[in-house]
């Protein structure tokens, strides 16, 4: 079963950095687009940027421009570097595929931005 593991999460003042790691037991980076989801508190998930194998990116409306997902196959990683936090970033973040999320999602990674 393939297990993903979030980390790299934190607390930081509005204009900060944060740069989160999700490793993948297995061999699904090299097939599947992979995403950066978050929940805050009392909202449902949403996707906040994906990325194929052939690194080709997407990002929401909301962090474009400011956010930066990038993936290491030989690793079975990928990355979302965030920058220029705003409080409205707070979440709960979990990497996933893409369009269709596997059942088993990782313990995510918590990023607080205060103003």
């Known amino acids: 079963q393939v297990q993903l593991v979030e980390s790299g999460g934190g607390s930081v003042q509005a204009g900060g950095s944060l740069r989160l790691s999700c490793a993948a037991s297995?061999?699904?980076?090299?097939?599947?687009?992979m995403g950066w989801y978050r929940q805050a508190p009392g909202k449902q998930r949403e996707l906040v940027a994906r990325i194929t194998p052939g690194d080709t990116s997407n990002y929401a409306d909301s962090v474009r421009g400011r956010f930066s997902i990038s993936r290491d196959n030989a690793k079975n990683t990928v990355y979302l570097q965030m920058d220029s936090l705003k409080p409205e970033d707070t979440a709960v973040y979990y990497c996933?595929?893409?369009?269709?999320?596997?059942?088993?999602w990782g313990q995510g990674t918590q990023v607080t931005v205060s103003s």
């Open positions: 297995g061999s699904i980076f090299r097939i599947y687009v």
């Open positions: 996933n595929t893409y369009p269709n999320p596997r059942d088993s």
